[in-house]
């Protein structure tokens, strides 16, 4: 019989959509797209903010919101090219790049790049798709389109954060903070670690915080640089982007520097942030401002470096280093930056093992071994938010059992990730059902 062993099962292969179904269901999910965009314009200029089809003809014709991700998109599209296509493309881009940049920096603008980036990507998606065929118009279109999900997905994350202001407009961060307590109060420690480290260090850690889309790239391109394994480090990285936010609008918080900092605009309780830490046994949800984004709980940019981390490992020695330099980097400057709480980090590292649990190794299929995870993940994040907000005057004042409990049971949960996926895999019984980011592994 012709099939796939799963966990001691035979499973059939799949039946391959045809051609006309896939363009069907493609055609579905762009026109969705489009007018998720619309619908978000719309409400972004009722509201009185740039709307995410504003932005995207700012990175056609006019000043690019970020330099790095219309380039980080275009190189996702690399993938899908020829050598020869790739040096062609990358030129382009490059010429189009500087004489914009000159134009517009001539005209009294910004000195920034982008556009010839986002140009050239839809270029290449254009005359794929009129020009190519069969196998070559596949692979250039999957990279583009994941290039240009990857540029949409940024600006559908900016109006995201403008609704999160309208959806809390009372913030818990007294409660974070009150749970945080029982793990020493991190980002007070950190923060008073950064002021320390001066200027340098202080550019080190701004630069790798604001820049985590060049570790991504670096790390998909060398996943991706022999055509397209099963598992990518794009998938959850965009799958953490999509579910990540969700949690804004369900547990709003702005942070240390705000809640209880110097950058609270007035609505701070004090300017405790990082000298003096706050111990107040009655903590309630408080009002903030119409201008900071509630985008605390859980931290993603904990959730997209231990991505980062844990896709690099199956890389040469210089990607696991850079993996590792990048998480550590990120972690401290979420700290040591006031920009999140303790807690919010051991959230977000529950939510990208849950994640990966449910991307990684997808030939393996949905066996026990997978739900188990999800949903022991799913339960966790849960539990994790419910302590945060009715228990954290009990998680303050005992942590000498809080603190076991917030660190030992997600460290648990990664225990159950790892031994699912990477030591079970080095046995012979599971060798064989594994496909690794570079291939298969055994056959």
Known sequence: MNGVLVDGGARTEPRRLDGRTRSLLLGGVVAAGLAILIALQIFALSRGFEGP???????FAGTPKSAS?????????????????????????????????????????????????????TAIGVYAGAKWQGEQRRSALMGV?????????????????HITILAGPQVLDQYVQLADHALGNPSWVMGEVVDALGSVGYGVLHWVYIELPVAAIVVALYQLRKGWPSHHLVRTFLLIGLV???????????????????????????????SVVPFDLTPSAMPF???????????????????????????????????????????????????????????????????ESALRAPERGWGWFRLRLVASGAVLIAALLLSYRFLAVEIAEYPAVSAPLLLGVPALFAYGYWRTFYRDLSSPRSAHLSLSEDGPSAR
Do not use: E
């Open 69 to 121: 991700v219309p380039w980080a998109g275009l190189a996702l599209a690399m993938v899908g090219l020829t050598n020869r296509q790739r040096v062609l493309a990358l030129s382009s881009a490059v010429a189009l790049d500087v004489v914009i940049a000159a134009i517009r920096y001539l005209a009294g603008g910004p000195l920034t790049v982008g556009n010839g980036a986002v140009i050239v990507l």
């Open 145 to 161: 389109g994941l290039g240009a999900l990857l540029i949409v997905a940024t600006k559908f994350g900016d109006v995201w954060l």
């Open 244 to 274: 990540g936010p969700v949690f804004y609008i369900l547990f709003p918080v702005v942070g240390p520097i705000f809640a209880f900092g110097a950058d609270g605009n007035g609505f701070q309780v004090g300017d405790f942030w990082p």
């Open 289 to 355: 401002d119409d201008a900071t984004p509630r985008n605390c709980m859980p931290s993603l940019h904990t959730a997209w470096a231990l991505a980062i981390f844990l896709h690099s490992r199956q890389g040469p020695w210089w990607l696991r280093w850079g993996g590792m330099f990048w998480l550590l980097c990120t972690l401290t400057a979420t700290l040591g930056f006031g920009y999140h709480y303790g807690v919010d980090l051991i959230a977000g590292a529950v939510l990208t093992l849950t994640l």
């Open 53 to 59: 089809l504003t932005s995207l003809f700012n990175d």
